[in-house]
């Protein structure tokens, strides 16, 4: 199993950014696939953006493509979600998954992932 901890969230006006990340302990992460998700009050929980185990491909929901970038730095055992142009409607609470099957592809299936972390509140004001 591994301990996911993301940091990073905080109130912020429309048009800012933040830089949300997710340490890893227990496990590496170099073969996991990661993702990004929120959930925001009466809705249910979307993947905004997630990575395959290399790397090399990524996927981001319509809502934050150009806005929103997911990244992952293994020699640091922490993924990380630089987004930009915040606006009202990206107010929730983020987290991060990792997926241990060694998948070429991002997943953006929730009930695929198999570790969690806590989630860290994003509000934006408008």
């Known amino acids: 199993q591994v301990v996911l901890v993301e940091s990073g969230g905080g109130l912020v006006q429309a048009g800012d950014s933040l830089r949300l990340s997710c340490a890893a302990s227990?496990?590496?992460?170099?073969?996991?696939?990661m993702g990004w998700f929120r959930q925001a009050p009466g809705k249910e929980r979307e993947c905004v953006a997630a990575i395959s185990w290399s790397g090399g491909s990524t996927y981001y929901a319509d809502s934050v493509k150009g806005r929103f970038t997911i990244s992952k730095d293994n020699a640091k055992n922490t993924v990380y979600l630089q987004m930009n142009s915040l606006k009202p409607e990206d107010t929730a609470v983020y987290y991060c998954a990792a997926d241990r099957n060694l998948r070429s592809q991002p997943n953006t299936y929730a009930d695929e992932y198999d570790d969690w972390g806590q989630g860290t509140q994003v509000t934006v004001s408008s």
């Open positions: 227990g496990r590496t992460l170099r073969l996991y696939a």
